[in-house]
């Protein structure tokens, strides 16, 4: 299976403020990257696939860029709704796999 | 509105059996591949199963393999997870999500999740 290995696991950050989070898989695997939101008692919600484009309804202060194992999520100008829990998962072989996650406090 | 809801977690003793179901409205379920996905306490997602959009193969985690059915009721249009001889390491909250592409096999990436059920394997 293929590892994925998000960082940091928290990161405490104020509205307004940019951020970014890492995610590096265990082998190469182009494009097929994905990112979600989860927000406490709800449901996880889909950010962006395939590495960088973002999905429908997505506010465009998201973005994702990467490819092969090195991959990143970038959030510009911290709105109070997207502090929350982020994960990657690859979607490059069975079975998919995620992340941990990375909290996003407020700071 | 297109949303996903599960239900049937319960608490049960090691060695029962559960079956979870989760609703689809605002859309057809049988156009997409539908997974289940769970998330034991302080750890990450784990995906667990799938069945293709026309209901032609299923798949399984190896964790769960032998254990756990995916099946779905086009005419209810839910999905369902049949538990099979529960272990303490099943408890999770598990969620329902649907493959992001429509109308063939599963690009294994999830466009719309659910809420989540709490299993809870305890004896």
């Known amino acids: 299976d293929i590892q994925m290995t998000q960082s940091p696991s928290s990161l405490s950050a104020s509205v307004g403020d940019n951020v970014t989070i890492t995610c590096r898989a265990s082998?190469?695997?182009?494009?097929?990257l994905n990112w979600y939101q989860h927000r406490p008692g709800k449901a996880p919600e889909l950010l962006i696939r395939?590495?960088?484009s973002l999905h429908s309804g997505v506010p465009s202060r998201f973005s994702g860029s990467g490819a092969g194992t090195d991959f990143t999520l970038t959030i510009s100008s911290l709105q109070p709704e997207d502090f929350a829990i982020y994960y990657c998962?690859?979607?490059?072989?069975?079975?998919?796999?995620f992340g941990r996650g990375t909290r996003l406090e407020i700071k | 509105q297109v949303q996903l809801v599960e239900s049937g977690g319960d608490v049960v003793q090691p060695g029962r059996s559960l079956r979870l179901s989760c609703a689809a409205s605002?859309?057809?379920?049988?156009?997409?591949?539908m997974h289940w996905i769970r998330q034991a306490p302080g750890k990450g997602l784990e995906w667990v199963a799938v069945?293709?959009?026309?209901?032609?193969?299923?798949d399984y985690a190896d964790s769960v393999k032998g254990r756990f059915t995916i099946s779905r009721d086009t005419s209810k249009n839910t999905l369902d997870l049949q538990i099979n001889s529960l272990r303490v390491d099943d408890t999770a909250v598990y969620y329902c999500?649907?493959?992001?592409?429509?109308?063939?096999?599963?690009?294994?990436?999830?466009?719309?999740w659910g809420r989540g059920t709490l299993v809870t394997v305890s004896s």
């Open positions: 999500a649907r493959d992001g592409q429509e109308g063939r096999p599963p690009y294994w990436f999830f466009d719309l």
């Open positions: 069945i293709w959009h026309d209901g032609s193969k299923t």
């Open positions: 605002g859309f057809t379920l049988s156009w997409h591949g």
């Open positions: 998962q690859q979607s490059f072989t069975t079975p998919p796999t």
């Open positions: 395939g590495a960088s």
């Open positions: 082998q190469s695997m182009g494009d097929f």
